[in-house]
């Protein structure tokens, strides 16, 4: 009788701790990316649609890096209010790398940004 209690009690802690059988949230996690992994996205975007040359792109890559830094940090302290001043600046970094014709077809490609 003791092997057969002790032999439910076994089976039953394994069956508590095998996979899938505890709950979870209904809702998945949906993982996040860190601003310097969203920036190199980015800049390799740009690269194509900008035609970006080696310098420029290394430019580039630090002015996205820091913009999605500032961007997230504004969102998570909800300073909403900050975000179209980040965008000028964003913008006006932009045209000092770029040329003419490439922030104008930036704008065109990236209207979100």
Request: aromatic letters at 4%.
């Amino acid at each position: 009788m003791k092997n057969l209690i002790a032999f439910i009690l076994i089976n039953l802690t394994l069956l508590s701790c095998a996979p899938g059988t505890t709950p979870t949230n209904s809702t998945p996690k949906v993982a996040e990316t860190s601003p310097e992994a969203e920036a190199r996205t980015l800049t390799t975007k740009m690269k194509t649609k900008l035609e970006l040359d080696a310098t420029q792109e290394d430019k580039i890559l630090i002015i996205n890096v820091v913009n999605n830094k500032i961007l997230k940090r504004l969102r998570e302290n909800n300073e909403t209010d900050k975000l179209s001043s980040t965008k000028e600046k964003f913008h006006t970094e932009l045209k000092a790398v770029l040329t003419e014709s490439q922030f104008s077809k930036f704008l065109v490609e990236f209207p979100d940004l």
